[in-house]
């Protein structure tokens, strides 16, 4: 089993680094900015002793009135785990920097919640429609998706 | 546009346009193409001795066009392997290919997208050619009937002989139907085609 990091200390430290970052953290998660996440992305990714060079997930939640992506990463060098969340609050055009540049395995994820869920990932290589057709009306994983 | 003059094709948006127009096209289910259960058909006595030979012919050779879509397929499968064996049937050879073969089991969730593979399958199949609609999702869209991506049963595509309800349905249902479309193909008569 991976260790939960300290997210207390980690939220610290990424206000330090980045300031104004952090929107909340708890002792389960940290809540970011969504223009800081490709920067902090890569910093949790390449600073020593942290090393999260794993991205389990990907995947985001409609919380009616913004949307949160969620971000579990992994170190497999420190067997640390963390999850790191983003908010965007504009339901009319919700943005959030792609991290396929950090993780490539963000690629068909951050796809899949463009074409579910509606969220534009900026600077994302391929930014299409993964599941359902192109012409599609709508996203079906909001909460206000009405069926035909 | 495109590299050296040549148009590259939209393959998205084709795509997503086919889907759409097949969306508005099919809303009706498309009738069987023989009707089987109407025991009088008339039948011309010069052609009932060849009609007997062909269709024993046919019906004894069924070769299945494998069609697995989702969890049914497993049933499918089950039934082709040894402990439920097939070939009891003279239909062992499950083909890859539909143009070497004239019975089609759908089995499993039809989605939109895949709605047209299903349509041109069997557009490529050599007629005679039947269909059979295995389980819940492929008769009405079962489970996932209000799903905002699954088609509303298979016969809105394709005309289905016979229908196996099961979610899913074990192999004695499969086989079971499977007879009954032999009973629908003793039925058929070269004089109505």
């Known amino acids: ?148 | 546009m495109g590299i050296d003059g040549f148009d590259i094709p939209n393959l998205d948006r084709d795509e997503g346009a086919d889907i759409e127009s097949m969306r508005k096209a099919c809303t009706l289910a498309v009738p069987d193409p023989v009707g089987w259960q109407e025991e009088d058909i008339s039948r011309n006595v010069l052609v009932t001795t060849v009609d007997a030979v062909i269709n024993w012919s046919r019906r004894a050779s069924l070769w299945p066009v494998n069609f697995g879509l989702a969890c049914c397929a497993f049933e499918m499968i089950a039934t082709a392997s040894s402990r439920f064996d097939i070939s009891r049937f003279g239909m062992e050879i499950l083909r890859p290919s539909p143009r070497q073969a004239d019975l089609m089991i759908v089995s499993g969730t039809l989605t939109w997208k895949m709605a047209p593979a299903l349509k041109r399958i069997y557009s490529q199949m050599a007629e005679p050619k039947w269909v059979i609609a295995m389980g819940a999702c492929a008769i009405s869209g079962g489970l996932f009937h209000r799903s905002y991506s699954v088609v509303h049963g298979v016969n809105l595509i394709v005309p289905v002989d016979v229908y196996i309800p099961g979610c899913p349905p074990r192999p004695e249902a499969l086989l079971n139907g499977i007879q009954k479309l032999y009973e629908k193909i003793q039925k058929q008569s070269i004089a109505q085609k």
Request: proline share 4%; with cysteine.
């Open chain 1, 1 to 148: 089993m991976t260790k939960p990091v300290a997210t207390k200390e980690l939220a610290d430290r990424l206000e330090r680094e980045f300031q104004g970052c952090i929107i909340e953290s708890s002792d389960k998660d940290i809540v970011v900015k969504a223009e800081f996440v490709s920067k902090i992305a890569l910093y949790l990714k390449d600073t020593p002793g942290l090393e999260f060079d794993y991205l389990n997930y990907v995947t985001a939640v409609d919380y009616k009135d913004y949307f949160m992506v969620v971000y579990n990463l992994i170190s497999l060098k420190n067997n640390a785990s963390l999850i790191l969340k983003t908010r965007c609050d504009n339901r009319e055009n919700p943005t959030v920097p792609s991290v396929v540049g950090v993780w490539k395995g963000a690629d068909f994820q951050e796809r899949e919640i463009y074409d579910l869920m509606g969220i534009r990932f900026e600077n994302h290589p391929d930014l299409k429609r993964i599941f359902l057709w192109d012409g599609f009306a709508g996203y079906p994983l909001r909460k206000d998706f009405v069926n035909q």
